[in-house]
């Protein structure tokens, strides 16, 4: 890579300009999750009362898993009881908030991680890097968490600086022994906060294959040794809580859940003779549970109970807008107040056309990767994360279907959302060089817009 | 740049299929939903009544329960009778059981019963397999 020393003056200037507004929005970012992680009610965040459970008996009682989150590893809730206890000490009135402050903390990291991330993949496109950067921090389905009482913020963070390391590693020329071994740690660590931890470490295992294939015959050796110690100290890391899963509960990834082993609990059902003859929970979702438009109701009642649920539109307005309700209405303290619809018809709308330009970019950049995988390796594991999570969910909707919605939420495909951010800018930037001046200007500023209009969705 | 000319005809392309993709979606939908009609409550009903092989009569003889918006029924079962009508809502339902109490001097505590939106008017008191057969495709 080009040193700032060796660009010319112009480019240097134009550089900093960049350097200038990642600087503002990264500013303007930290200040939104840390008033957010202020006034957010602990709460009402997903599964707050179980995590605070889990946290609270592992770091004061000693207790491991104790709450219905027992099949989570332990690796967030050692900190965030840590957090519990001084805010105990400190005599907070919610206790929860310096662990809610971490969260916030985690993903502003992640923010300047993903910087990083993009330099590495896409080097000298600093148009590339400003435009993940304001749909990572734009997007309400990374901005929600990052308030909550929830490991899915850290998770989010080793995930990417897993996704960091592999790409230094792959770029490297030197290929470090000691860089393999970080990223050991980090793809252990990552699997011992939450079961998506793995995610990262399916993605590494894959591009180390491929990496192993296109290597020149003289590199092919090392670079299987370094692909080796990395995947196995990952594992090594993280084998002591499957252990622990597997001879407690007989299942090494999810304990043994009663709603996986069993099938959730279908809600009470109303009944009257137009319902008649209600069916009963099936075993698998079925096919048109994952092909359903939903429409209508899934824009104009893009929440739970609204209609509408099937696996796209759920997916959508949960990472768009608030499906659960978990953050701009339905909160305990806010119980009886109806959501506001026309905000959540909005955020479907606008979500929908990012997301049209997001899984563009995605597939476009499968393509490039699938058709030149020696040039594009950087690249490989910003598309396969993506992959690999979808798969994942699609994956646990239909293996795991509940009435509700349940299995299908946003927060689940976080630890993918900056190579999701880079996707949707890798099509804003391909399509920037090509437009006429006139058109990128105008779809620029349609663009930010629909990004502003994201941001002051995430405004607790 | 070829690097940039090969980026750009892939995401046309990748746009190209993304939008296809999704207005095809959105087409098989309204295809759909021009096409196919949700079977009425009635409907509903009688199908269920027909998988438990009972023979069904649409509408009911019965004139009050054959002006019921939603529509009317009569189920046969071992030997005894019922007509089911499907009103608008509750209260509507409740009204038609009180007509009905109007119109005879008999007691129909024990024939009559309020499902729902819906009305069931027994000709004999049901027995519990009879109830239990037709309750249970009526709510």
């Given amino acids: ?460 | 740049m070829s690097g940039e000319r090969t980026e750009w005809r892939t995401l046309a392309a990748s746009l190209l299929v993304v939008a296809t993709v999704g207005l095809l979606w959105i087409g098989g939908w309204a295809v759909r939903e021009a096409t196919d009609t949700d079977p009425t409550a009635l409907e509903r009903v009688a199908g269920c009544l027909g998988e438990r092989g009972l023979a069904v009569q649409v509408p009911a003889e019965d004139p009050l329960a054959g002006s019921a918006p939603g529509g009317s029924l009569t189920v046969d079962i071992t030997g005894n009778a019922a007509t089911v009508s499907l009103w608008q809502d509750e209260d509507a339902a409740a009204r038609t059981l009180s007509t009905y109490d109007r119109l005879t001097s008999q007691d129909l505590s024990d024939r009559a019963a309020l499902r729902g939106d819906g009305v069931v008017l027994w000709v004999s008191p049901p027995t519990a397999e009879q109830t239990s057969a037709v309750y249970g495709c009526t709510g």
């Fill in chain 1, 1 to 460: 890579m080009a040193s700032d020393e060796a660009r010319p003056p112009r480019e240097r200037r134009r550089l900093s300009r960049f350097g200038l507004a990642e600087l503002g929005i990264l500013v303007a970012f930290g200040a939104l999750l840390v008033r957010n992680a202020l006034v957010y009610p602990a709460i009402a965040g997903v599964d707050a009362l179980e995590h605070k459970t889990y946290a609270w008996d592992l770091v004061v009682n000693g207790k491991l898993g104790t709450s219905g989150s027992y099949y989570t590893p332990p690796g967030w809730y050692a900190l965030a009881g840590e957090l519990l206890k001084l805010g105990d000490r400190l005599d907070l009135a919610e206790i929860e908030r310096p662990a809610q402050l971490m969260s916030a903390g985690f993903v502003l990291a992640t923010a300047v991680l993903l910087l990083a991330l993009v330099e590495r993949c896409f080097p000298d496109r600093p148009w590339l890097r400003l435009w993940a950067l304001s749909a990572f921090c734009a997007c309400p389905a990374v901005v929600k968490p990052a308030a909550m009482f929830h490991p899915q913020a850290l998770v989010l963070l080793l995930t990417t600086l897993g996704l960091v390391c592999l790409v230094a590693l792959l770029r490297t020329t030197r290929w470090p022994v000691s860089l393999a071994v970080g990223l050991g740690l980090v793809l252990g660590a990552a699997q011992l906060v939450r079961s998506v931890g793995l995610w990262i470490y399916a993605v590494a295992a894959v591009t180390f294959a491929v990496a192993v294939v296109c290597a020149s015959p003289g590199l092919r050796r090392r670079t299987a040794a370094l692909a080796a110690t990395a995947l196995a100290v990952g594992l090594l890391v993280a084998l002591p809580w499957y252990v622990y899963l597997q001879v407690e509960y007989g299942d090494p990834i999810f304990g043994g859940r009663p709603e996986i082993t069993q099938g959730a609990s279908p809600p009470p059902p109303v009944r009257t003779l137009a319902s008649s003859a209600a069916a009963p929970m099936p075993v698998r979702a079925p096919l048109s549970f994952f092909t359903s438009t939903g429409l209508t109701d899934s824009v104009t009642h893009p929440y739970r109970g609204g209609g509408g649920a099937a696996f796209v539109p759920i997916l959508l307005a949960d990472t768009w807008g608030d499906y659960f309700g978990a953050w701009s209405w339905g909160i305990p303290d806010a119980a009886s107040d109806p959501p506001d619809r026309g905000r959540l018809s909005l955020q479907v709308v606008v979500g929908g056309a990012l997301t049209l330009v997001t899984a563009s970019g995605l597939l476009a950049l499968l393509v490039l990767v699938l058709r030149s995988p020696r040039r594009r390796l950087p690249q490989l594991p910003v598309v396969g994360l993506p992959l690999v999570g979808l798969a994942a969910l699609v994956l646990y909707a239909w293996r795991y279907p509940s009435t509700d919605g349940d299995t299908v939420k946003a927060l689940f495909l976080l630890p993918a959302a900056p190579a999701f951010a880079i996707a949707f800018a890798f099509a804003v930037d391909v399509a920037r060089a090509r437009l006429p001046a006139v058109v990128r200007v105008a779809a620029g500023v349609g663009l930010a817009l629909l990004l502003l209009v994201c941001a002051q969705f995430g405004i607790a």
